[in-house]
């Protein structure tokens, strides 16, 4: 399966945006989804999951009441939906897709596809 983020942009602090992932080549029904965040010179890390079937989203504390995922397996996209933005959510944004991640969800390593990533910045 291929993953194409896109939503990134500039924005205040306190504002908001909407990252998507696109997937082609397989339903992307058939895949737990996550996205992930790297800073510059920091390790990429979680930031929320969603299981296949749109079941038990899971989220970092670090964005928990401000970020919320959701998916549209018609569509074959997976959202984040990022509000109240601070200066600290700055980084690239990656979706992944894996089989089944089970309680792994925090880890890159459950993941099989990765898309491209999309550039957030969240000025002061």
């Known amino acids: 399966v291929q993953l194409q983020a896109s939503g990134g942009g500039l924005v205040q602090a306190g504002g908001s945006l909407r990252l998507s992932c696109a997937a082609s080549?397989?339903?992307?029904?058939?895949?737990?989804m996550g996205w992930f965040r790297q800073a510059p010179g920091k390790e990429r890390e979680f930031v929320a999951a969603?299981?296949?079937?749109?079941?038990?989203?899971v989220y970092a504390d670090s964005v928990k009441g401000r970020f919320t995922i959701s998916r549209d397996n018609a569509k074959n996209t997976v959202l984040l939906q990022m509000n109240s933005l601070k200066p600290e959510d700055t980084a690239v944004y990656y979706c992944a897709a894996g089989t089944h991640y089970y309680n792994k969800y925090a880890m890159a390593s459950a993941y099989d596809y990765w898309g491209q990533g999309t550039l957030v910045t969240v000025s002061s």
């Open positions: 080549g397989r339903p992307l029904s058939s895949y737990d």
């Open positions: 969603i299981r296949w079937n749109g079941g038990s989203p």
